[in-house]
């Protein structure tokens, strides 16, 4: 019986510039400390109107045209507002209505983006500024951190875009953001591939896990275990194993019929997370030979690997 031919993603076309003049709007929100402010800088080098704690009550003021065309008042630009609970009245029910007064006019693109982090490293990261959190005025840091997740949980529910910042470089922030919402870019889905390591659990917001602590190990090889995925010697170690060219067969077999369903149901932005015990060999491997798979079907692709630099040496992965 003959292999069935792959499917093969098939690009979206670009818009018509003269056919899209909507004001894109990016509400940024998430987790206090997940790097909003970061994230606004970030947005504003790639030529957003950026303005951090707008008041719910003036929200629709700053961003709807009312009386006056919304070009004539300066908006050249699209515009990225940062809300989250420091804002002065936030309120998640306020919020989602302000969401969908605005996705309700036809003049605007409204989106949202909800920034998370793990704990442990939202805890460091107080520490090290010595910043309060906004809801643990009188309390440890842990307990605001527990208040806010579950307060914030519908408004992450309702993003059309839940990016982790555990372990991201500023500059790991920015080119994801501008792999997903540069001004300029091409539509269509955006896929976010990261390596991680079990052993600091699952990267939050992924849509797809794929686990490989099956393949071979190179840390039990001497000559192998200091380096990385990313060496070659490493690479030719896992690709010639046993069970990894039909492994990674299907699971490219796998994903191609699926990106072009995840464009038809509108979602414009794709994680996959590639697992391994101790984050450095077999998941960055697998991570690396993935994103070049896709790149190679031209996708949009950002690649990251959380836990690389983390794990040194240490208990055998």
Same mark, same amino acid.
């Given at each position: 019986?003959?292999?069935?031919?792959?499917? @093969?993603?098939?690009?979206?076309?670009k818009p018509d510039p003269a056919?899209?003049?909507?004001?894109?709007?990016?509400?940024?929100?998430?987790?206090?400390?997940?790097?909003?402010?970061?994230?606004?800088?970030?947005?504003?080098?790639?030529?957003?109107?950026?303005?951090?704690?707008?008041?719910?009550?003036?929200?629709?003021?700053?961003? /709807?045209?009312?009386?006056?065309?919304?070009?004539?008042?300066?908006?050249?630009?699209?515009?990225?507002?940062?809300?989250? @609970?420091?804002?002065?009245?936030?309120?998640?029910?306020?919020?989602?209505?302000?969401?969908?007064?605005?996705?309700?006019?036809?003049?605007?693109?409204?989106?949202?983006?909800?920034?998370?982090?793990?704990?442990?490293?939202?805890?460091?990261?107080?520490?090290?500024?010595?910043?309060?959190?906004?809801?643990?005025?009188d309390r440890p840091v842990a307990?605001? @951190?527990?208040?806010?997740?579950?307060?914030?949980?519908?408004?992450?529910?309702?993003?059309?875009?839940?990016?982790?910042?555990?372990?991201?470089?500023?500059?790991?922030?920015?080119? @994801?953001?501008?792999?997903?919402?540069?001004?300029?870019?091409?539509?269509?889905?955006?896929?976010?591939?990261?390596?991680f390591s079990y052993r600091r659990?699952?990267?939050?917001?992924?849509?797809?896990?794929?686990?490989?602590?099956?393949?071979?190990?190179?840390?039990?090889?001497?000559?192998?275990?200091?380096?990385?995925?990313?060496?070659?010697?490493?690479?030719?170690?896992?690709?010639?194993?046993?069970?990894?060219?039909?492994?990674?067969?299907?699971?490219?077999?796998? /994903?191609?019929?699926?990106?072009?369903?995840?464009?038809?149901?509108?979602?414009?932005?794709?994680?996959?997370?590639?697992?391994?015990?101790?984050?450095?060999?077999?998941?960055?491997?697998?991570?690396?030979?993935?994103?070049?798979?896709?790149?190679?079907?031209?996708?949009?692709?950002?690649?990251?690997?959380?836990?690389?630099?983390?794990?040194?040496?240490?208990?055998?992965?």
């Open positions: 019986m003959s292999k069935p031919a792959p499917i @093969i993603p098939t690009p979206s076309p056919g899209d003049d909507r004001l894109r709007v990016l509400l940024v929100t998430g987790m206090s400390g997940a790097g909003k402010t970061s994230a606004l800088k970030a947005l504003e080098d790639m030529d957003y109107e950026a303005v951090d704690n707008v008041p719910l009550v003036l929200l629709s003021n700053l961003v /709807l045209p009312g009386q006056r065309d919304f070009r004539a008042r300066g908006f050249q630009r699209p515009i990225a507002i940062g809300i989250d @609970i420091r804002t002065r009245d936030f309120g998640v029910e306020p919020f989602h209505q302000e969401i969908d007064r605005l996705g309700n006019e036809s003049e605007v693109e409204v989106q949202v983006l909800f920034l998370d982090c793990d704990d442990d490293e939202l805890r460091r990261r107080y520490a090290e500024t010595r910043h309060r959190h906004p809801l643990a005025a307990d605001g @951190i527990a208040r806010e997740r579950a307060l914030m949980e519908i408004l992450r529910d309702r993003a059309e875009v839940v990016l982790d910042t555990t372990g991201l470089s500023p500059g790991d922030l920015k080119r @994801i953001l501008r792999g997903t919402y540069a001004p300029n870019s091409e539509p269509g889905l955006a896929v976010f591939v990261t390596s659990g699952l990267p939050r917001g992924a849509d797809l896990v794929f686990d490989v602590r099956f393949l071979a190990n190179p840390h039990y090889d001497p000559d192998l275990k200091a380096l990385t995925g990313r060496d070659e010697a490493v690479a030719d170690f896992i690709g010639a194993a046993a069970g990894f060219s039909q492994f990674f067969d299907r699971l490219t077999g796998l /994903l191609g019929p699926l990106l072009p369903r995840y464009v038809a149901e509108g979602k414009s932005y794709l994680t996959i997370a590639v697992g391994c015990t101790g984050g450095r060999h077999r998941s960055v491997f697998v991570a690396e030979r993935l994103g070049a798979w896709l790149e190679g079907l031209d996708q949009r692709v950002q690649l990251h690997h959380r836990d690389l630099d983390r794990e040194q040496g240490g208990t055998a992965p």
